[in-house]
């Protein structure tokens, strides 16, 4: 079975800064895809990056990037230049072979003006 | 926002009473999802229909029960809930599933219903 954990409950960061949200995994299968969500209040929750495991550079969208780390199945999600819209619930989650998507427990983040 | 809708947004309903909850998806998926998010918790997964076809129950009680007429419909029936059913409930498509419920296509989620059971 798939595990997810995000170990940090809440996070904040000043405007402008950069700021990384942790998540390790564990899972047995060899092919696998892993997810970040964000969930911002009161709003629906959006794929904020995806990676799929065989690939081996980290994935980028704009502002947003993972550091992947395969062999300490961690797989951490950096903002830079942080904004006031990026305040949110931010998820992690796993899939892989004939598992279901699993999600961690999630990361408030919190930008300060 | 992403195509896929739900209502009510918000519902309030005593342990006795018998409602609806409902998903729609504009987007040409073949699976959708029912996920119940509580507080704290991680998302669970409830239900998985691929092609309307169920393809995962994840030991949700009977009180529960889902309902897919098609592929862009989906519907979760509510009877006799407990106060600890209260929770945001969120609809979420995508491509295909996989039996038993994976699939690793991008899962695009609704705005969820906010379930409180007095």
């Known amino acids: 079975a798939q595990t997810v954990t995000q170990s940090q409950p809440e996070m904040s960061v000043q405007e402008a800064e950069t700021v990384t949200l942790s998540c390790t995994y564990d899972t047995s299968e060899s092919d696998y895809y892993l997810f970040w969500y964000k969930q911002p209040p009161s709003r629906q929750m959006i794929l904020v990056i995806r990676?799929?495991?065989?690939?081996?550079q980290n994935a980028t969208e704009n502002r947003f990037s993972v550091n992947f780390q395969k062999a300490a199945k961690s797989f951490s999600l950096k903002i830079s230049d942080s904004q006031l819209g990026d305040a949110a619930m931010y998820f992690c989650?796993?899939?892989?072979?004939?598992?279901?998507?699993?999600f961690g427990k999630g990361t408030k983040l919190t930008v300060n003006p | 926002e992403t195509g896929v809708t739900q209502t009510p947004r918000h519902l309030v309903m005593g342990m006795t009473n018998k409602k609806s909850l409902k998903c729609e998806q504009h987007?040409?998926?073949?699976?959708m999802y029912w996920y119940k998010q509580s507080a704290k918790k991680p998302l669970e997964l409830m239900f998985v229909y691929n092609f309307k076809e169920q393809t995962e129950n994840n030991s949700v009680p009977s009180r529960f029960s889902p309902e897919c007429p098609n592929s862009s419909h989906l519907f979760l029936h509510l009877h006799t809930l407990q106060p600890e059913d209260s929770a945001l409930y969120l609809c979420?498509?995508?491509?295909?599933?996989?039996?038993?419920?994976?699939?690793?296509?991008?899962?695009?989620f609704g705005p969820g219903t906010r379930l409180t059971v007095l």
């Open positions: 987007l040409g998926h073949n699976a």
């Open positions: 989650a796993s899939q892989g072979g004939s598992e279901k998507l699993v």
């Open positions: 979420a498509s995508s491509p295909t599933a996989a039996s038993g419920g994976a699939s690793t296509d991008t899962q695009y």
């Open positions: 990676q799929e495991a065989y690939k081996q």
